[in-house]
C-alpha cells in the first residue's frame, strides 16, 4: 500500500484526514482518488509539488509508485 | 551519478565568455536597444500611498504636439485572468496587471497610473504633469502586525483570508501557513532551556544595477517584437499577451543582456504598457525606470515580523520549537509565507514543531522574489535562537548544529523524507575551516549560522546544432544571469568529449527555441543544463548512427568515446574513429546536418545548504560594524564552474550581510519611501567587505547527469543571522531587529 500524506492545507477540506493508504502502482491513481474522495481538492493538487519517495516533483502525473512508496503533497515552490 | 566521476570539461572555470562585451561596453542592455522611429514612454505614478482614482483626463497630454499616445487603466481589458506570474510569490496574474496599471485604486506610492508615449524622454515626462488625476485619499496600512488586526483599514475590501471556508469578513491577511509535527506541550516541558524571541527584518531590495527597460515594436497588425531585461521572456510573453487579450504567437520576446535580477526581474511592470503604446501609436516604444522608479514601485523582498521560541536539552537536543512570522506582501498577496514556513527549521531533526506564517497586504510595493524568497527572514529568526541557546548552553555553536542535523533519511520539517544531503558536510567543512580554528579578533564576536533553499527543476529546452568543422552551439531559453552559457558549453563539451572552446551557447528568442521557466530558483544549471545534456546525447546518437551507415556496422556495435565514434568491443571492423568535425563535415552525404534536441520538466532537484560564519567587530562610540573575515561553505552538488560558484557564494554572502547591515525601506507616516536611491539605501561596497573566502562541497545530486543541486539562492540566507550572531557576542547582548545600522547599534549599546 502507497502510503500518502497531504499537506495541512489540503486537511481543512478532508475532514481531518491526513494520512491514507491506497493500494495503487502510479502517481496519476493517486490523483484520481483523492479527487474522487474530496472533489474540493482538485484546485489544491494542481498547485502542489510532490514529493515521491524523497525525490521532488513540480509536476508529477505518470510516475510508478512501489507497494510501499511514499506520496508527500507540499507546496509548489520557485524561488527567484 | 551513483559514483564519482573524472571529468575532463566540467570542474575548470574558463573565461566567461560575456566578460569581455560587458567590460568594454559592447553588450545590449535593456535600455540600449535603439529603433528607427523610435518614441519614448513615461509613467506617471500614485503621488498617494492609498487613494480611490476618482477620474484620469489624459486629453491635456494627449494635445500637446509630439505626444504621440496616453493611456490609463481604463484602455486594458479588465476581468480576471487566469495563471500566475512566474517567481516565488509572483502572485494572480489578475493582480500583476493592476501592479502594471491602477484601476480603481492606487495602493502604494508610486503605483502607476497613466503612461504616455512622445516623441522625446524629456517631453513624455513633460506631458505627465498634463494629466489630471482625481483622488480620494485612504488612510494607508503600513506596519504588518497592525495590518492583521480586525479594526485596521483595509488594503483591498474585496480580500478574504483564503481559507476552505470564506471568512465572514474581509481582511489584509490574505493567507495563512502552517506546518507542525508532534507534541509542543510535551517538547517544551522536556526542554532544559527555552529561548524566545521576536525578530524584525526590513523590507530589502534586490539591488540590481540594471534598472526595468525594455523596447516594443509593434505593428499595425497588432504583431511585434518586444527586448526587455527579464528572467524569463516566455513567461513575460505569456504575461503581456494575457494582460492585453493578444494571441501569444503575435508577440516575439528577446531577452537582452541583464544587468542582475535575483528574482525582481520575474514579473512585468513596463513591458504591457510599452506594447500597448506601441500599438496605439504604430512606433517603436523605449521605456526605461529611473532608479527612483525601480525602488517606489518594483518588488521588494518581504518586511517580516518573527517571533520565535525554542527549547533545547543540556546536550543541545532541540526538544521543541515554535514560531510565528507576519510577511508583508506590499499591496497584493504573494508574500513568500510558505518558503518561510517550510525552512525556517529545514537543517534539523525536529519532533516537536509549529511554524505559522502569515501573508499580508500593507499600502508598500508589491513585493517580489529575491534569493531563496522568505527563507532569509525566516531562517534568521531560528539561527538567531539557536545561537543564543549554544551560548547558553556553552556549546561551540557549529556543535549544536551538529548535533541535530538533518541528514538521508530524516523528514525534513516540510515533510518527505530528504534523499541524499550534504549538510553535515557543509557544518564539517565549517568545523575544520583554518578560518574557525584561527583566534577571534580582540573585541570582535564569530557567528555562525546555517541556511537551505530547495532549488527547483521545471520546464526547460535546448537545441544543439553541430557546424561543419565539428563546433557546436548550443541554443536554449534561459536568460543567463550568473554565467549559465559558460556551464552549458562545459556540460556539452563534456557530454560531447570535445573542448570547451569548440562551443558556443546563445540563449534564444521565443520564436527561436523551446520554452523554458524563468531563470530563477537555482534551476538553470540542474534543469536547463539537464536539456542540454540530453540535447548532446541526442547528438551522439545521431553521429552514432551515421558511422555506423558510413562503416556498414549495426548502430549497437558503435560507441562514442572523446569525442569520436569507434567501433564497439568485439566489433571487427578496419575502421578509423570518425570525429564529431569529420562526421559533420560529412553530413551532406549521410542525412543532413547534424543537431539534437530535447524539452524536458526536470524533476528531483537537489536541496542545497550552506554554513557561513564570521567575525564582526563593533566601534562602541560610531556604531560601525567592521566584518573583519567572512567564510561561505556550500553543498552545490557539483560545481560545474566552480569560479562562478564562488561568485554565487560570495555575491549572496555581499547581499546578505548588506541586508544585515544597512539595507533597509524607510517609509514616512504616509506610506512615501524616503531612501529611493543608492545614495540613501545602502548597499555595500567593496570596501564595507573583506574578501569572502568560500569552500564549496560537493555531495552529488544523484537525479543530475553530472550531480548538480543549483546554487544560486542558498548564499542569501545564512548571512542574516551571521551578523546578527557575531555582533551580538561583540556587544554582548543580543540584537533582533535589522538592519544593524549604527544609529540602531548605538542605542542599543547605551541602552
Redesign the interface.
Known sequence: MVKVVLSENFVALTGGCRELHLPVDNYRDVIAELITRWPQLEPLLERSSVAIDGLIYQDAMYETLQNDSEVFFMPRIEGG | MAEAREFKQIGTSPVRPDGIDKVTGRAQFGADMILPNMIHGKVLRSPHAHAKIKSVDLSGALAIPGVFAAISGADFPGGALEGEA???G?GSLTDIAKNVIARNKVLYHGHAVAAVAASTPRLAQEALKAIKVEYETLPPVLNVVAAMADASPLVDENNFTN???KPENPSNVANI????RGNLEEGFAAADIVVEREFKCPMAHQGYIEPHACVANIDETGRGTVWCSTQGHFEFRSATAKMLNKNIADLKFVATEIGGG???K?VVYLEPLATMLSEKTGRPVKMTMSREEVFRATGPASGTVARVKVGLKKDGTITAAQSWIAFEAGAFAGAPY??GA?TIYAPYKLENFLVETFDVLVNKPKV??????GAPQAMHAFECALDEAAQILDMDPIDLRLHNAAEEGTHAS??????VIGFRECLEAAKNHPNYAAPIPEGAGRGVAAGF??????QSSAEVHINDNGTVMVVEGSPDIGGSRASMCLMAAETLGIEYADVRAQVGDTESTGFCN?T????TTFATGMAVTQACEDVIADCKRRAAMTWGLDEDQVEWEDGQAIPGPGVNADVKPLSLAELAGKAAKTGGPIQGRASL?A???GASFSVNFGDFRVDRETGKVDVLSYTAIQDAGKAIHPAYVEGQMQGGAAQGLGWALNEEYIFDDAGILQNAGFLDYRIPVASDLPMIDTHIVEVANP?HPFGVRGVG?TPIVAPLAVATNAISRSIQQRVCELPLSPPRLLAQIDG
Open positions: 512566474s517567481g516565488e509572483g481559507l476552505p471556508e501557513g502552517r506546518l507542525e535575483f528574482g525582481g520575474t510558505m518558503p517550510m517580489a522574489a529575491y534569493r531563496a524568497p516540510y515533510g518527505p523524507k530528504f534523499p533553499w530547495f532549488n527547483v527543476g521545471m524563468v530563477g530558483g537555482s534551476r520538466n524533476q528531483g532537484a537525479i539562492e
